[in-house]
C-alpha cells in the first residue's frame, strides 16, 4: 500500500486481474478488493507507518489512556468493495451512514458473532469509537498520540474525519502523532478501516482467484487461498492508546548489554526529538540522563549522555528459566530528556543483562552453552482468535514453566509485545519470526517488502532479552534457486540492523535442493516422521531424524536444531496398539524422537527442540483437519494431553541432566501407568 493520501477514497482498478493462481472475471469491484496490489489514495497527505514507537508506558511526564472496550463495526459489501471510501464512511460516526454491531477491542472479528459471513470475510472492515482528551493537555501544550498495537492485514487509520497514518501488515504497531487533529472539550472520532486480502506480494502471501464458470459459480464469484495452514484472523487484535508526551520528547532508546566478569555494561543510545506542534521552549539542545533502578526500584548506579555506557559492578544477570535461581532478572532505566530549565520527559525502559554467543555447534547465553526446550506456538483462542487475552498470557507463561520449558517461537509472526514483555519477565527465551511464511517467487518487490517488515520488527523488540534469535520466515519454497540470493539480502539487512544476534529461517525442503541455509547462521528445520512421510512408522523415526540433522550440520558446519516435528491427536481418542491420531500415537511418536534427540545432543551440535504445537488452534475450512490443528500438547482450552504430561516429564529430566534443577513433586507421575522409558 502506498503512502500517498490525495482523495480520501481508493483508485480503483490498478491491480493486474490475475491475482494469482485462479481465472478472473471482468468486474472492476470484485478485482479492487485485493488491496495488496491496490494503490490507496487517502484524504490529506499522510505517511506509511514504520516505526510504531516506544511502547505506551506512563511517567512523571506522560499520561496514557486505554481506547479498548466495544467499537462500533461494519463490513463493507463483498459485491461493493469501494462503498465505505466512495460514501466517506470515515467523515461522521458509522451508525449515521449505516447499521452497525459492537465489536471488541482487542479480538479478531470473525468468531464474536453467529454470522457467517462476518467469520469468513474478505476485505475491508470498519472500525469507530468517540473519545475525549483532557482539555488540560491543550492547555499544557502536551503532544498526543494515537497507537494501535496492530491492525491485520492492511490499515488507514483516520481522525475526525482526515486520514492520519496507514500501515501494511498485520503483528505490528502503528503510530500518529494526533495533537493538530484533535477537537479539545468535544467528542474526537477515530475510525479504522481494515483490509485482510493476501496476495503474492503480500507478507504472508495469498491469492483470490475468480471463478468464471458460470454453470456452477454465481457472477463474481472469488476465494482467498493462502500459504499457510492457521486461521486468517482479522481486526484490531492489540490494545489501542492514546498517549501523551512533552512537546520535546524521548523518540527512540537502543540499548545493548555486555558482561565483564561480574560487572555488566549497558550501553544506551537515547533518540530525543521536538514536535512540530506549537512553540519550542528549548534554546540549546536537550541533554540525557538516567538512573538505573533493580528489580524492586532501588537506585543503583546514574549516568548522564545521550550516548554512553554503564558499568554495573556485581550485576544480577537475565538468565533463561531453569538456568537461575532468579530468572529473567530486569533492571530499569528511567531515561530523562532535559534542556536549562528542567526534566522535560522520562521513559522508563526495561533491561535484561546478559550476552548471546554462537559458533559453528553452540548457542551460549552469558558464555554458558543453552539447549532450547520449547514450543512452537499461535496467538490462538477460542472466540476471541488473535486478540490479546491477559488471563490467557498468564496461563500460557504457567503451562510454559509446568512443563519445564524454556523457550518458543513466535510463530508464524511477531507476537504482541504484552506476550513478549512476559516473556522478558519470566526468563522464557524467543525466537521471534516474522510474516513470512511459506514464501515463493522470491521478486524484488517481494523482497524489499520482506527486508522492511525484518527492520520494523528489529526495531520493535531490539532491546528485549528474551529475544534470542530472529528468524526470517517459516518453510519458504527455497527449493527455487532465486531463493539464494533472496534469503542472503533478507538475511543481511537483519544483521545490518542487530549484530547482536543469530538469524535463521525455518527449513523444510531437502539440504541438497535448496538455497537459504548457506545464508544462515543456526539451522533450524521441521520434520515429520511418520506422520507426513512413513505414516504410522514409528520404529524408523530415530534413524531418519539422526541421519537428517547430522546431514545437515555436516553441510553447513552450524549448530542445527528441529523446529517442529510431531503428530495430532483428537483428545480422548485411545487405541492400544497406538494407531493414527490418538493420544497413544502421539506420545510414542514422541518417545521416539526424544531417543533421536538423546543421540545428536551427545554430538555436540544440536542445541534445542520445538514441538508443534504447544495448543491446538484454528485452522480453514479443510477436509482432513476436524476444524483446527491437533498437534498440540494441551487442547484449545489449555488442557494437557497425554502429549502435554509426557512432554512436562522430558522437559523436566533435561533440565535436571542440563541445568541442575531439582524436579518438582510429581512429574511423572503418571510414568508408571504408560510406561515412559528412559525418562
Known sequence: MTASCLNNRPAANVQDKQCGGGNTVEMETYITIAIGLLTVVLGTQCADNTWGGLYPRESESREVRSLDGLWNFRLAPLEDPEKGFREEWYAQPLRKTGAVISMPVPSSYNDVTQDKALRDHIGWAWYDRTFYVPTRWQEDKQRVVLRLGSAHYNSIIYLNGVAVTSHEGGHLPIMSEITSGLVYGQENLVTVAINNTLTPETIPQGSITYHDDLTRY??????????????????????????????????????????????????????????????????????????????????????????????????????????????????????????????????????????????????????????????????????????????????????????????????????????????????????????????????????????????ELVHRDRNRPSVIMWSV???????????????????????????????????????????????????????????????????????????????????????????????????????????????????????????????LRKKGYFIGEMIWNFADFATPQEYNRPGACMKGLFTRARQPKLAGHLMRVHYWSLAQKIDNVTVPEGVGRLGSVYNWKNL
Open 218 to 455: 454465481p457472477p463474481g464469484y472469488f476465494t482467498q487461498s493462502y500459504n499457510f495452514d492457521f486461521t486468517n484472523y482479522a481486526g484490531l487484535h492489540r490494545p489501542v492508546y492514546v498517549y501523551t508526551t512533552p512537546r520535546t520528547y524521548i523518540e527512540d532508546i537502543f540499548v545493548t548489554t555486555d558482561i565483564s566478569g561480574t560487572d555488566g555494561i549497558i550501553s544506551y543510545d537515547i533518540i530525543t526529538a521536538t514536535t512540530k506542534i506549537g512553540p519550542k521552549r528549548l534554546n540549546d539542545a536537550p541533554g540525557c540522563s538516567m538512573k538505573v533502578l533493580d528489580k524492586d526500584g532501588s537506585h543503583v548506579t546514574s549516568a548522564i549522555g545521550c550516548q554512553g555506557s554503564i558499568m554495573i559492578s556485581n550485576a544480577s544477570l537475565w538468565w533463561p528459566y531453569l538456568m537461575s535461581e532468579d530468572p529473567g532478572y530486569l533492571y530499569t532505566l528511567k531515561v530523562a530528556v532535559s534542556d536549562t530549565e528542567g526534566i522535560l520527559d522520562v521513559y522508563p525502559q526495561k533491561v535484561g543483562i546478559r550476552t548471546i554467543g554462537w559458533n559453528s555447534t553452540t548457542l551460549t547465553i552469558n558464555n554458558k552453552p543453552v539447549y532450547l526446550r520449547g514450543c512452537g506456538k499461535h496467538e490462538d483462542a477460542d472466540i476471541r482468535g488473535k486478540g490479546v487475552d491477559y488471563p490467557l498470557i498468564v496461563k500460557d507463561f504457567s503451562l510454559l514453566k509446568w512443563l519445564g520449558a524454556n523457550s518458543f517461537r513466535t510463530s508464524h509472526y511477531p507476537y504482541a509485545e504484552e506476550i513478549m514483555d512476559m516473556a522478558d519477565q519470566e526468563g522464557i527465551m524467543v525466537v521471534d519470526e516474522c510474516p513470512a511464511i511459506g514464501l515463493s517467487g522470491f521478486g524484488e518487490t517481494l523482497m524489499n517488502k520482506h527486508i522492511s517488515v525484518m527492520e
Open 473 to 599: 520466515g517459516n518453510e519458504p519454497r527455497s527449493d527455487q534457486a532465486a531463493a539464494k540470493d533472496y534469503f542472503s539480502n533478507v538475511v543481511n539487512a537483519t544483521k545490518d540492523a542487530d549484530g547482536t544476534r543469530p538469524v535463521t529461517c525455518v527449513l523444510s525442503y531437502d539440504k541438497k535442493t535448496e538455497f537459504a541455509g548457506s545464508s544462515l547462521d543456526i539451522i533450524l528445520v521441521n520434520r515429520y516422521y511418520s506422520w507426513y512421510s512413513d505414516t504410522g512408522h514409528l520404529e524408523i523415526i530415530k534413524l531418519q531424524t539422526v541421519t537428517e540433522f547430522t546431514e545437515w550440520h555436516e553441510l553447513h558446519n552450524k549448530p542445527v536444531m528441529i523446529s517442529e516435528y510431531g503428530a495430532g491427536s483428537m483428545p480422548g481418542l485411545h487405541t492400544d496398539p497406538a494407531f493414527t491420531w490418538s493420544e497413544e500415537y502421539q506420545a510414542e511418536l514422541m518417545l521416539q524422537n526424544f531417543e533421536a534427540f538423546d543421540e
